[in-house]
């Protein structure tokens, strides 16, 4: 396998007392699609601002195609970033923005007006290129973010949250105009979300990130099938989670007795939402009782909450047909069951 | 927001009445033949101007102060943004007190300030001289100039210095293309609302101008051997000087034109 373009070497970074990145090993790969997911506060912006050179690791080594670039500033850098905020420069006209990097380095008025020009129209903002950022809507600011990016041609881009701002509407079709630039490009896209669902959607690997750590490097569906530990699963969403101990294939846990094809110990299972089943007979195989206490409309069916009788919260993802045929009421008690063979047994 | 009613329109009325009206009495009676400021009024002359402004103090306390201002006021608006950009760029201990001592020179009365001046300035050689002058206006005006700084990078998103490094831009780069232009229109004002403090001020030129008379200093003179209509004369022209600098240093903070 080629070298990776960037490594992430027992990387380090404290602000003063708080440790915001612990011992990071990451390899980055010419042209991955690579989102960093994790809660506010795991440490995934760090990790990227270390990339830019706007933080300098505490300790460790972060190299860019074999050179350390620990000590290289920003400005010697090629890792143009996307803003949260988009940093558009409010003082400058959309085409000026856009040319911004071809003009730090040097580049003349003529060919860097060209350049610029050739990337407003592929981001579809010709006859935009003289307007002021403010007479812009999101979706066009967030196009001229990320041309003004792209100019100079660099073999990675950066994205901190940059769809957070906009409309979901506007983030699914964004979502799709970044996949396709970076598929089009052939560089590495290197994203920072804490959406699952962004991150899932776009990215080729996923590295979820928590208390500064990596808990889990994986193919979105791996790692929303198998989540490896407990954050992961509870963080990706829509997972249940069971804990017990296994003797002879059943476990005995603190909701019921299930069977599972887990080894004799304690063992801890992950029951995705999609996978329950709910019924008001007791079906055969792996059920557990619980109260019905409401019901929430996702983009991709209806998720149904429920509570076991020992207070733990149980998700079941239903449509809308058999929720109108399990006429649920709040505090009725229903089973949920699974097929043992389809559910992700941690550790 | 609301419409004002009746009431509040009477009020304003009033309010800028009593703030208004002893200056355009001065500026009426500037115009008025009369020796003394009496009604009914008498005949509409220049006069008091053409007297005024043949007298050559009158023109040489003018360039004084013109120098003085247009000196503090460059002077003080670079201290000022240096300041105001010390205080958004780091995070040091201190801080606080930092700001605290940067904007405390106009909380101090100005006969003590002026008296210290005095002291201070005729040690190093500099009492009576345009210099002293200078010295002591940036004190009192650098203060304006840091504050109006201040606000404009406090609008400014602090990721676009950032950006600008990322893009290619070094520091000093940055500072040029980015952080300057952002603060642009707070320079301005900047540079409109010093040289409207200097140009009012006198009671520390007062005390440090010696023979180089300010504008201000020179009324006060002239004051204290009659009174003459051609004060109102000077002084009209004085006030529509401070309020064009104090109306375009307002003008460059509230339009909104091109901010973020």
């Given at each position: 396998m080629a070298e990776p373009l960037v490594q992430f070497r027992a990387v380090h970074k404290a602000f003063g007392t708080y440790v915001a990145v612990k011992s990071l090993d990451l390899d980055i790969h010419r042209g991955e699609f690579l989102a960093l997911m994790g809660p506010s506060g795991c440490g995934k912006t760090t990790t990227l601002r270390m990339l830019a050179g706007l933080e300098q690791p505490t300790s460790g080594a972060i190299t860019i195609e074999g050179k350390v670039m620990n000590d290289v500033p920003p400005h010697h850098r090629d890792t143009p970033l996307v803003w949260q905020s988009l940093a558009l420069f409010p003082f400058l006209s959309v085409v000026e923005n856009v040319e911004f990097g071809l003009r730090m380095r040097g580049i003349g008025t003529k060919e860097r007006r060209d350049r610029a020009m050739l990337w407003l129209d592929r981001m579809q903002l010709k006859g935009f290129e003289h307007r002021r950022i403010d007479q812009l809507s999101g979706g066009q600011r967030q196009r001229v973010a990320l041309a003004r990016s792209l100019v100079t041609e660099p073999q990675m881009l950066l994205l901190d949250?940059?769809?957070?701002?906009?409309?979901a509407h506007l983030v699914i079709r964004m979502q799709g105009v970044l996949t396709r630039l970076q598929k089009e490009l052939g560089i590495t896209f290197v994203y920072v979300t804490h959406s699952q669902s962004e991150a899932f959607a776009m990215a080729d690997r996923v590295v979820i990130m928590g208390h500064g750590q990596i808990e889990q490097i994986g193919r979105p569906q791996e790692i929303f099938r198998g989540p490896r530990s407990r954050f992961v699963a509870e963080f990706v969403g829509r997972n249940n989670i069971l804990a017990g101990q296994v003797q002879a294939g059943v476990m005995q846990s603190p909701q019921g007795s299930v069977p599972v094809g887990a080894p004799d110990g304690p063992a801890e299972i992950v029951v995705a939402a999609d996978r329950v089943t709910v019924s008001r007979d007791r079906p055969a195989g792996a059920a557990i009782r619980a109260a019905f206490l409401s019901e929430e409309f996702a983009g991709t069916g209806i998720i149904c909450y429920f509570e076991t009788p020992d207070g733990a919260e149980w998700k079941a993802q239903v449509s809308e047909s058999q929720l109108s045929d399990l006429q649920a009421e709040s505090g009725q008690e229903f089973w949920l069951s699974w097929d043992p063979a389809r559910v992700h047994v941690m550790g | 927001m609301k419409a004002l009613g009746a009431l509040g329109w009477i009020y304003l009325a009033a309010l800028f009445t009593f703030v208004f009206a002893p200056i355009a009495a001065s500026v009426v009676f500037s115009f008025n033949s009369d020796r003394f400021p009496t009604l009914p009024l008498g005949h509409f002359t220049t006069d008091w101007y053409a007297r005024a402004f043949s007298r050559p103090e009158v023109w040489e306390a003018i360039s004084n102060s013109l120098i003085v201002a247009g000196v503090t006021s460059v002077i003080a608006t670079f201290i000022g943004f240096a300041t105001a950009y010390t205080d958004f760029r780091y995070g040091f201990r201190f801080k606080q007190a930092y700001l605290a001592l940067a904007l405390l020179p106009p909380t101090l009365p100005l006969v003590i300030l002026g008296l210290a001046m005095l002291a201070w300035l005729s040690q190093v050689g500099l009492s009576g001289t345009l210099t002293g002058i200078i010295i002591a206006h940036v004190v009192l005006a650098t203060p304006f100039a840091m504050a109006i700084c201040r606000l404009r990078l406090s609008q400014m998103d602090p990721s676009l210095e950032s950006a600008a490094w990322n893009l290619g831009a070094g520091p000093w780069t940055a500072m040029r293309y980015v952080i300057l232009p952002f603060c642009a229109p707070a320079i301005v004002s900047a540079l409109c609302l010093t040289a409207a403090v200097s140009f009012d001020e006198f009671v520390v030129a007062w005390f440090v101008s010696g023979l180089n008379r300010t504008v201000p200093v020179l009324i006060l003179e002239i004051l204290q051997g009659n009174v003459d209509p051609q004060i109102n004369a000077i002084g009209t022209v004085v006030f529509l000087t401070s309020m064009s600098l104090v109306v375009a240093a307002q003008f460059m903070i509230f339009r909104r034109r091109r901010n973020g």
């Amino acid at each position: 396998m080629a070298e990776p373009l960037v490594q992430f070497r027992a990387v380090h970074k404290a602000f003063g007392t708080y440790v915001a990145v612990k011992s990071l090993d990451l390899d980055i790969h010419r042209g991955e699609f690579l989102a960093l997911m994790g809660p506010s506060g795991c440490g995934k912006t760090t990790t990227l601002r270390m990339l830019a050179g706007l933080e300098q690791p505490t300790s460790g080594a972060i190299t860019i195609e074999g050179k350390v670039m620990n000590d290289v500033p920003p400005h010697h850098r090629d890792t143009p970033l996307v803003w949260q905020s988009l940093a558009l420069f409010p003082f400058l006209s959309v085409v000026e923005n856009v040319e911004f990097g071809l003009r730090m380095r040097g580049i003349g008025t003529k060919e860097r007006r060209d350049r610029a020009m050739l990337w407003l129209d592929r981001m579809q903002l010709k006859g935009f290129e003289h307007r002021r950022i403010d007479q812009l809507s999101g979706g066009q600011r967030q196009r001229v973010a990320l041309a003004r990016s792209l100019v100079t041609e660099p073999q990675m881009l950066l994205l901190d949250e940059p769809l957070s701002a906009l409309d979901a509407h506007l983030v699914i079709r964004m979502q799709g105009v970044l996949t396709r630039l970076q598929k089009e490009l052939g560089i590495t896209f290197v994203y920072v979300t804490h959406s699952q669902s962004e991150a899932f959607a776009m990215a080729d690997r996923v590295v979820i990130m928590g208390h500064g750590q990596i808990e889990q490097i994986g193919r979105p569906q791996e790692i929303f099938r198998g989540p490896r530990s407990r954050f992961v699963a509870e963080f990706v969403g829509r997972n249940n989670i069971l804990a017990g101990q296994v003797q002879a294939g059943v476990m005995q846990s603190p909701q019921g007795s299930v069977p599972v094809g887990a080894p004799d110990g304690p063992a801890e299972i992950v029951v995705a939402a999609d996978r329950v089943t709910v019924s008001r007979d007791r079906p055969a195989g792996a059920a557990i009782r619980a109260a019905f206490l409401s019901e929430e409309f996702a983009g991709t069916g209806i998720i149904c909450y429920f509570e076991t009788p020992d207070g733990a919260e149980w998700k079941a993802q239903v449509s809308e047909s058999q929720l109108s045929d399990l006429q649920a009421e709040s505090g009725q008690e229903f089973w949920l069951s699974w097929d043992p063979a389809r559910v992700h047994v941690m550790g | 927001m609301k419409a004002l009613g009746a009431l509040g329109w009477i009020y304003l009325a009033a309010l800028f009445t009593f703030v208004f009206a002893p200056i355009a009495a001065s500026v009426v009676f500037s115009f008025n033949s009369d020796r003394f400021p009496t009604l009914p009024l008498g005949h509409f002359t220049t006069d008091w101007y053409a007297r005024a402004f043949s007298r050559p103090e009158v023109w040489e306390a003018i360039s004084n102060s013109l120098i003085v201002a247009g000196v503090t006021s460059v002077i003080a608006t670079f201290i000022g943004f240096a300041t105001a950009y010390t205080d958004f760029r780091y995070g040091f201990r201190f801080k606080q007190a930092y700001l605290a001592l940067a904007l405390l020179p106009p909380t101090l009365p100005l006969v003590i300030l002026g008296l210290a001046m005095l002291a201070w300035l005729s040690q190093v050689g500099l009492s009576g001289t345009l210099t002293g002058i200078i010295i002591a206006h940036v004190v009192l005006a650098t203060p304006f100039a840091m504050a109006i700084c201040r606000l404009r990078l406090s609008q400014m998103d602090p990721s676009l210095e950032s950006a600008a490094w990322n893009l290619g831009a070094g520091p000093w780069t940055a500072m040029r293309y980015v952080i300057l232009p952002f603060c642009a229109p707070a320079i301005v004002s900047a540079l409109c609302l010093t040289a409207a403090v200097s140009f009012d001020e006198f009671v520390v030129a007062w005390f440090v101008s010696g023979l180089n008379r300010t504008v201000p200093v020179l009324i006060l003179e002239i004051l204290q051997g009659n009174v003459d209509p051609q004060i109102n004369a000077i002084g009209t022209v004085v006030f529509l000087t401070s309020m064009s600098l104090v109306v375009a240093a307002q003008f460059m903070i509230f339009r909104r034109r091109r901010n973020g």
